[in-house]
């Protein structure tokens, strides 16, 4: 679409490259080689073996609702794209070894880093609105917590609805 703008001129390749979030690109830059190094050093098998030891004979919904909870989990005090970066290759990791398609598993990924209500460290456009609002910590808590359990809740059972294991 981007592409698609400046090539109608409906907007200039100047306008289109000021609209780049650079220190998301930077973010998710400084994790990939992170994500990497966690699946070439064994961490990320490491790290799957421990989920699935948590989650026993669950199976794949039960994958999907531990990644979704690590997921948010690590969302309370990373950013929400850092999240994401990290834990997506642990996701597809659990799917080879539970021997299903991916695509559940990584969609949990992505609903848990986008569902970042909790806090206002893992969104830093909620960051900016913290004090011109007036809004304290424990209020993210109180209306984030329940929302985020709601959005685990529904992804968990939706998911594989649309995205089959």
Partial sequence: AAIAAVLLRTMSAEDAYRS??????VLIAGMLPLASA?????GSDLIVQTLLKVVGDGGARMMMAALFSLTALLGLILSNTASAVLIAPIAIVAAEKLDISPYPLAISVLFAASASF?????????????????YR???????????TILVGLVTVVAGPMLFPF
Avoid: Q, Y
Avoid at 20 to 25: A, D, K, R, T, Y
Avoid at 38 to 42: D, H, N, P, Q
């Fill in 20 to 25: 780049l979030n650079l220190p998301s690109l």
């Fill in 38 to 42: 966690l699946e070439a050093t064994g």
């Fill in 118 to 134: 909790s806090t206002p460290i893992s969104t830093p456009i909620v960051t900016l609105v913290v004090t011109p609002g007036g």
């Fill in 137 to 147: 910590f424990a209020d993210f808590l109180k209306l984030g917590g329940p929302l």
